[in-house]
């Protein structure tokens, strides 16, 4: 029997590599070693950078925590990928000016692969 959620936050990839990793990759079910391997292929942040990130974006930009994550997990390289998160929906209107300071924070954080 499933067990209750107690509340609901949304997470990066690079947090759930950590919840993972904490558990121990002994210990994970198929599938949540397929996740882990996942997360692992595609993380674009560092682990402990990115809720770090995610607060400069909710803080500093006043995006929304859900927006945020997703921005997070994408690291978008140009404004016209940036504008597709913020077209769709009830999310506050920015000036191309303020996109290109947005991805001149999200550039700050982004891993190399």
């Known amino acids: 029997m499933p067990g209750k959620i107690a509340n609901e936050k949304a997470v990066t990839l690079a947090e759930v590599k ?4 904490n558990k121990g990759k002994e210990q994970l079910d198929p599938f949540q070693l397929r996740t882990y391997e996942y997360v692992s292929k595609f993380i674009k942040v560092d682990e402990h950078k990115a809720e770090e990130l995610v607060g400069v974006l909710m ?18 390289k140009s404004i016209e990928e940036l504008q597709v998160y913020f077209s769709a929906g009830k999310h506050r209107i920015f000036l ?18």
């Not at 930009?61 to 927006?67: D, G, I, K």
């Not at 191309?96 to 692969?113: C, H, T």
């Open 18 to 21: 950590l919840l993972l990793e």
């Open 96 to 113: 191309s000016s303020q996109l290109q300071e947005i991805l001149d924070v999200v550039k700050k954080y982004q891993i190399e692969k």
């Open 59 to 76: 803080g500093k930009f006043s995006v929304e925590r859900n927006l945020a994550v997703q921005i997070v997990n994408c690291m978008p």
